[in-house]
């Protein structure tokens, strides 16, 4: 696409943008936007009428008659100055509430666009780079590229029409100028007040709203993201939360037109009783005026409209730059193609990794190595071995996150890539190591991970206690309604606590894969055994993969999977392992060791 062709495709899909969240705002925008330049046209004739009117008329001895037309033109002019100011104004409040509602969309659109790409691309260096400068920079960038084209009306039209200083002509008309001023000041100083303290009202809401930002743009969020279905969720509190900000400074800004339009009355009172005496002091031959006024006027128009044009093209290029990489991401486009085969409602024959080696697609390094493996509909399997061995990986081609290099995954004989990734995923309970909680009440916290269940709450208390963590939410100071962040007058958990909310919200969704990773490795010993235990129970039903560098805990599984170097080295129970007296028997003696 060639440099033109891509500008104006760009331009087109930030109008295309800007016009789907307020139609009505956008044509009104620009429509005040050309009726205030073509102003100027009215202004210059008017001032030129003026000044031949006045020119011709001096001496002429019946002046009460010419000096009626000569207050009828200034009238006209005062309205025009009085449109312009009260159109300038509204102008700027609907550019303001336009840019604003255009960064909040953007923020949006990046979250939810981002949770539908695959992880091979988010995981990528290249596309890393440009997302952080994508999502730090498009909020402002998308409305500077649409801001300056709405001022070219303004630019082509403007002009820069001022009356010779009146402090050179009389110093106290230029004291009734000043004087006639300070309402306005006093009032502007005052809504900047109220408008600021009406923002420190609302900062709770912008804490929220910068929470929930973070849960669908920070990347380290996509594999709950992805697992757990929730960004419209999300993207709904979060447009509820910018709807409810909007309509508060929508308020603000209009109390702002109102105020400062009354304020500024007695200027343009002054300003026309002014402008009729000049005029009619000309008349009288106290003044002098010329053409050479008008003229003056008019090439200053010229001079200062070319400035607004060539400082307008030059932000909307500067922005152009930016704003081609932001629609660059949001045509990207899944390079898995998803499967549309239902998840069965009971798994019947289980897992199997069929020959499956993987390397990362801008790695030369296999991670996994031709792992053939067998998993039951109800076995619990817990994987060991030292960072770096490929557990983690194993669990990431699991859940379908990449394609394996060679050989396939199934569960019940079907390929999961075949799977519908909804249907799939709605059937996983997942704890990644990296996990996250959210500023939500502790309900919410727990019930994120099922939200057509919000309101059960036996449901919520039930995983609570499986986790060990009921007793302390149930004491707090609001209950299960509690936010899990002082930010928001609320509470902020020990990592232990956060760990077991974490483990609650996994078995509260019920799917029949539940996986973990290192599930408590912040919570004490004591703690871990009743946990685990309850964890065992819970899932006897349900195929459990667990991945945990303590021994005690995996001990009690079905099955343990030794992984070193992305191949399955040994397998079997505890005994059997300890009596093979291999890795896993070193690993184990080591960890004992360091508790005698």
Do not use: C
Request: proline content about 4%; cysteine-free; charged content about 20%.
């Amino acid at each position: 696409m060639s440099s033109w062709k891509r500008f104006f495709y760009t331009y087109w899909r930030i109008l295309k943008l800007a016009y789907s969240i307020r139609p009505g705002l956008l044509i009104l925008l620009t429509i005040t936007n050309i009726g205030w330049g073509l102003t100027n046209l009215p202004v210059l004739y008017i001032n030129k009428s003026l000044i031949d009117l006045v020119i011709s008329s001096i001496g002429k001895p019946n002046w009460q008659h010419i000096a009626q037309t000569v207050i009828f033109l200034t009238v006209a002019r005062s309205a025009v100055d009085v449109f312009r100011s009260l159109a300038s104004r509204i102008n700027n409040q609907m550019s303001y509430s336009l840019g604003n509602l255009m960064s909040d969309r953007v923020t949006t659109l990046l979250g939810e666009k981002l949770n539908s790409l695959d992880i091979s691309t988010i995981e990528s260096a290249g596309f890393q780079d440009k997302y952080k400068k994508i999502s730090s920079q498009s909020n402002s960038r998308v409305w500077g590229m649409i801001e300056p084209l709405q001022d070219m009306p303004n630019s082509l039209t403007t002009i820069l029409s001022g009356i010779i200083p009146v402090l050179l002509f009389n110093p106290v008309i230029a004291v009734l100028v000043l004087i006639v001023g300070i309402p306005d000041a006093i009032v502007s100083a005052k809504l900047t007040r109220i408008s600021y303290i009406t923002r420190e009202a609302k900062n709770r809401l912008y804490r929220i709203l910068g929470w929930l930002d973070w849960i669908i743009t920070d990347t380290r969020q996509f594999y709950e993201n992805k697992i757990l279905g929730n960004v419209k969720y999300v993207s709904k509190k979060m447009q509820s939360l910018q709807n409810e900000i909007f309509e508060s400074d929508q308020d603000m800004r209009i109390q702002r037109i109102k105020w400062r339009t009354v304020s500024e009355i007695p200027q343009w009172i002054l300003s026309l009783t002014l402008n009729s005496y000049f005029f009619i002091l000309a008349i009288l031959g106290k003044v002098t005026l010329g053409t050479a006024q008008m003229l003056y006027q008019a090439a200053s128009t010229l001079s200062n409209g070319m400035g607004m044009f060539l400082n307008n093209v030059s932000t909307v290029y500067e922005n152009y730059l930016f704003v081609s990489e932001f629609t660059w991401f949001m045509d990207l486009q899944p390079q898995l193609s998803p499967g549309h085969k239902e998840f069965p409602k009971v798994i019947k024959q289980g897992v199997q990794f069929k020959n499956v080696w993987f390397k990362y697609p801008e790695s030369k390094k296999w991670v996994i190595k031709g792992v053939n493996l067998s998993l039951g509909p109800k076995e619990n399997i817990a994987l060991v071995g030292e960072n770096g061995a490929g557990k983690t990986t194993l669990l990431k081609l699991l859940l379908g996150f990449y394609p394996p290099t060679r050989g396939r995954i199934t569960i019940d004989d079907i390929n999961i890539l075949d799977y519908k990734p909804s249907s799939y995923w709605k059937n996983v309970s997942a704890l990644a190591q990296e996990f996250h909680l959210f500023p939500f009440s502790a309900r919410e916290s727990i019930a994120f991970s099922d939200l057509s269940r919000l309101k059960d709450t036996k449901a919520i208390r039930q995983a609570a206690k499986q986790a060990r963590i009921d007793d302390y939410l149930f004491r707090l100071p609001k209950g299960y309604q509690t936010p899990l962040t002082k930010d928001l007058d609320g509470v902020d958990p020990s990592g232990g606590q956060k760990q077991r909310i974490a483990i609650a919200r996994t078995l509260f969704k019920n799917g029949q894969i539940v996986i973990l990773d290192e599930p408590t490795s912040n919570v004490d010993p004591k703690g871990e055994e009743e946990i685990f235990e309850n964890i065992i129970s819970v899932t006897r039903k349900k195929m459990l993969i667990l991945i945990s560098h303590r021994f005690s805990t995996v001990r009690k599984a079905d099955r343990i999977l030794v992984v070193e170097e992305g191949k399955i080295t040994e397998q079997g129970m505890h005994d059997q392992l300890i009596k093979l007296n291999g890795t896993y028997a070193q690993l184990f003696h080591l960890q004992a060791k360091s508790y005698q």
